[in-house]
Nanobody
Framework: QVQLVESGGGLVQAGGSLRLSCAAS????????MGWFRQAPGKEREFVAR????????SYADSVKGRFTISRDNAKNTVYLQMNSLKPEDTAVYYC????????????????WGQGTQVTVSS
């Protein structure tokens, strides 16, 4: 069993930065691919970024490429999402996700979800 707890959300002005963290419980964190998704009001949950177990492979949604960076620290059982140059359209609840298979993180067909953290970007 893996529990995921996100933190770091908040209110920021357009152009600003935030760093989200996702702390995972359990001994299997280092063997799992991790990802970030987001859901804006009235919209479906969408993929944002993913990272494989070692941190050697990452991928991003086109909408955040060049602005967001995903990373992980397996010693701390934590995955991060550094968000720069934030835009009002980045406003959403951001969710952390975990799965054994890297490709599954892209589709959202994952084993575990966090409870989400709100990010609000004002114009």
């Amino acid at each position: 069993q893996v529990q995921l707890v996100e933190s770091g959300g908040g209110l920021v002005q357009a152009g600003g930065s935030l760093r989200l963290s996702c702390a995972a419980s359990g001994r299997t964190f280092s063997s799992r691919a991790m990802g970030w998704f987001r859901q804006a009001p009235g919209k479906e949950r969408e993929f944002v970024a993913r990272i494989n177990w070692s941190g050697g492979s990452t991928s991003y949604a086109d909408s955040v490429k060049g602005r967001f960076t995903i990373s992980r620290d397996n010693a701390k059982n934590t995955v991060y999402l550094q968000m720069n140059s934030l835009k009002p359209e980045d406003t959403a609840v951001y969710y952390c996700a975990a799965h054994q298979i890297y490709s599954r993180v892209l589709t959202g067909g994952v084993d575990y979800w966090g409870q989400g953290t709100q990010v609000t970007v004002s114009s």
